[in-house]
Nanobody, 126 residues
Framework: VQLQASGGGLVQFGGSLRFSCAAS????????MGWYRQTPGNQRELVAE???????NYGDSVNGRFTISRDSAKKTVWLQMNSLKPEDTAVYYC?????????????????????WGRGTQVTVSS
């Protein structure tokens, strides 16, 4: 699977940005898909994701400001980021966890792995 992300950039405090991430390949389904972010010296943290059941999870610091949406058929997710703050400055990564493919009999086989897109820098100026 390849994850192609777009969006990000430089924005002022209180501004908005929008990301998109599309998964390509012969994919049957993806269990979770979303966004993580990382700042220097820190681990990647969850920003927002869709779970296999269709529910969403948000990181505490973005809840209420960011919204994730998706088109399951197109294996695409979008992240709308509003009311951006300087502390949102980070490299953002699209993530797909446990990508499932069909075997010869049409049975989905899931790889149980994390797949990452290229990181995209977001900088929020104060």
């Amino acid at each position: 699977v390849q994850l192609q992300a777009s969006g990000g950039g430089l924005v002022q405090f209180g501004g908005s940005l929008r990301f998109s991430c599309a998964a390509s390949g012969t994919i049957f389904s993806i269990k979770t898909m979303g966004w993580y972010r990382q700042t220097p010296g820190n681990q990647r943290e969850l920003v927002a994701e869709f779970t296999s059941g269709g529910s969403t999870n948000y990181g505490d610091s973005v809840n209420g400001r960011f919204t994730i949406s998706r088109d399951s058929a197109k294996k695409t997710v979008w992240l709308q980021m509003n009311s951006l703050k300087p502390e949102d400055t980070a490299v953002y990564y699209c993530n797909a966890n446990s990508v499932c493919y069909s075997d010869t009999y049409g049975t989905p086989i899931c790889d149980g792995e994390d797949h990452w897109g290229r990181g995209t820098q977001v900088t929020v100026s104060s």
